[in-house]
């Protein structure tokens, strides 16, 4: 029900703004709008106004329109024909269209600005120790330094870390990392990105072999699943495992580590209660994660929160700062987002990048799960994608339409409505193909979690 309505809540906002800037600047142009939906379809719910414009919830609730008065469409009373979209001026025509993609940055800038001013939760950029035989294993990154600058970049936090990361991967570049040991010294290393393809593609760090650190745990269990593996043996939250047949265990990885290599194989288990030594035996469960057979009993570690407390922040700028940042970061996703498509029509980038509405509404409703703050900077991102795929000059978008009002501004003349009935063939067909591998990637990533 949260991802419902998180996803509800996600189109219902993108689709009234963008919408709402094409009607906005339509009225300026002194245009009349006949309808303002939301929602494609039958009419669920409507209402009128006293300029003439209807405003009405359909019931297919994936997009929404503006409908203009417009010679081509009907018949239009001649007191009015001054009101008619077609009759306004190309350079009036392109700014109404291009306003509904424009005020889908603008949302994303004003999401951000808040964001920065009131403040963003963020990971400190502590790495951990590095895969062995990874990029930033060779390159000398110490474990539990601090990144504080790649190719001379300010690193603030790990969001910060992962999409410098992410743009230098993409383009096969190398990274110059500046970190700072615990002592407080400054090395540079740099790090040789590997070969790209999907699995770097989705986690560059990983790739890198750049994790976060996470400060040593102790053996002893917090939260059981009632239904898990450790709870049915009999193990209790409090518990401290002392050992795993026979082998000493001083910290929790060294427990994690051992349960994952032995799915489904009986261990013996030694652990404390109440300063009293039991053993029992139990057999992990057997479970698929990335093509390889695991090892899991439904354990996590008991945390002790003062552990993480200084690897947590929050990021807060004053109004002027806050501002700069937001313009910075719509224009950089904004960028990146158009990059990538057009790495994926060359084949530079795999097409299972993309997403359709059943990951949109997974990752709003995980966004929305995890606080305000990110269900926010969710809500700008998205806002970005859907301002950029609008502005491809594909006919049916509204770049299409910006591409027929150019070569009307270079000729003088309008395009013909063959060549549009052509154009809207052709965007029916590729962005019905685009939905298609959307579609397939979502089914896909599902079927395989």
């Known amino acids: ?47 009128g106004d006293r300029h003439g414009t209807e405003w009405a919830l359909s019931a297919i609730p994936l997009g929404g329109y503006v409908k203009m008065l417009d010679e081509r469409e009907g018949d239009v009373p001649a007191d009015q024909l001054d009101q008619t979209f077609n009759r306004k001026p190309v350079a009036a025509r392109a700014a109404i269209v291009a306003a509904g993609p424009l005020a889908n940055f603008l949302l994303a800038f004003l999401l951000f600005w808040g964001l920065f001013m009131v403040g963003v939760p963020i990971l400190k950029p502590v790495v951990g120790e590095p895969a062995a035989g990874s990029p930033a294993q060779r390159a000398g990154v110490p474990g539990a330094a601090t990144i504080v600058r790649v190719d001379g970049e300010a690193v603030e936090s790990w969001q910060d870390l992962h999409w410098l990361a992410l743009k230098r991967v993409l383009r096969g570049e190398p990274l110059s990392i500046e970190t700072r040991d615990r002592r407080g010294q400054l090395a540079l290393h740099t ?28 053996p002893v269990l917090g ?49 404390t209660r109440g300063g009293e030594t039991r053993e029992i035996t139990l057999a992990p469960a057997s479970v698929r994660d990335d093509g390889v057979d695991i090892g899991r009993i439904g354990a996590g570690p008991r945390i002790d929160p003062a552990l993480f407390a200084d690897l947590h922040g929050t990021a807060r700028y004053g109004p002027l700062e806050a501002m700069q940042r937001a313009v910075a970061r719509t224009w950089e996703l904004s960028a990146f987002s158009l990059e990538m498509l057009g790495r994926m029509i060359t084949g530079q980038a795999s097409l299972k990048n993309l997403s359709g509405p059943l990951t949109i509404a997974d990752y709003a409703g995980q966004s929305a799960q995890t606080g305000l703050a990110s269900f926010v900077a969710f809500l700008a991102l998205v806002s970005i994608s859907l301002g950029v795929l609008n502005l491809l000059p594909v006919p049916l978008l509204d770049g299409g339409h910006l591409l027929y009002y ?41 079927i395989s979690q």
């Open 191 to 218: 790090l040789i990105v590997p070969a790209l393809d999907q699995e770097v593609e989705q986690a560059p760090l990983k790739a890198l072999g750049l994790a976060r650190y996470l400060p040593p745990l102790e």
């Open 1 to 47: 029900m949260t991802t419902l309505l998180a996803f509800l809540l996600t189109l219902g906002i993108l689709i009234v703004f963008h919408e709402y800037g094409h009607y906005w600047v339509a009225r300026r142009m002194g245009v009349k709008v006949l309808r303002f939906s939301v929602g494609f379809g039958q009419v669920v719910a409507r209402r």
């Open 406 to 446: 150019f070569a009307e501004f270079l000729t003088g003349r309008p395009v013909s409505e063959r060549i549009q009935e052509i154009g809207q063939k052709i965007g029916m067909g590729l962005l019905g193909l685009l939905m298609f591998f959307a579609l397939y990637n979502d089914l896909s990533r599902f």
């Open 223 to 271: 939260q059981l699943s009632a239904d898990g593996v450790a709870a049915t043996a009999g193990l209790r939250e409090g518990d401290r495992i002392v050992a795993i047949d026979g082998t000493a265990m001083t910290t929790w990885e060294q427990v994690v580590e051992t349960v994952r290599r032995s799915p489904e194989r009986r261990l013996r288990v030694t652990f």
